[in-house]
C-alpha cells in the first residue's frame, strides 16, 4: 500500500512538474510570437472610414489609406455623362481594376463606380507611381506630371505611358453620406 501511495506522489509529481514547465515555456515564448502580429498603427490604416456629405458636386478629396492616397470625386451629372460615353474599345486598359468586382470585368464606367455620382480610386499612377493631379488634361480627371499620363473622370487612362486604370479599392457604402475603404 505504502508503494502505490508513493507511485501516486511521484506521478502527481511528474504531472504537477511538467505542467509548471509548460506553462513557463508558453510564457517565455508568448512575447515572440505576439511582436509578429501587426502594430496598432498598421491595424488602424487597414480601414479608412470617410464623410462624404462636406465633398461638393465637381470636387476631389484627398484621403489616405492604408499609405496610399485615395481619390474621391463627387462626379457631376455632366462628368457621369462624358464618361459614360466613351466605348471601351477606345481605352487603352479595357479592364476595370475594381476590387469590387471579378477581374476582367469591361472598364466601363459602371463597372468602375458603386453609386454612379461617387468615384474612389487609389492616386496613384500606374506607370511609375506619381500622384496624378485633378482636374488636369482634357479629359477632365487627372494628369500625371511626371511623363504626361492623362485619365478621365472615371479614373481610366486615356493618353499616355501608364499601361493599366487607376485602380479601384474595395470600399462599400455604410451610409448614404459615407463609405468604408478596405
Partial sequence: MAEAQDLTRRDFLYVASGAFAAMGTALAVWPFVDQMNPAANVLALATTEVDLAPIEPGQIVTVLWQGKPVFIRHRTPAEIAEARAVPTDALIDPKARNDNLKDGMPASDENRVI????????????????????????????LCPCHGSLYDTAGRVRKGPAPENLIVPPYKFTTDTAILIG
Avoid at 453609386?115 to 480627371?141: A, N, R
Fill in 115 to 142: 453609386k454612379e455620382d461617387w468615384l474612389v480610386v487609389v492616386g496613384v499612377c500606374t506607370h511609375l507611381g506619381c500622384v496624378p493631379l485633378g482636374h488636369q488634361g482634357p479629359f477632365g480627371g487627372w
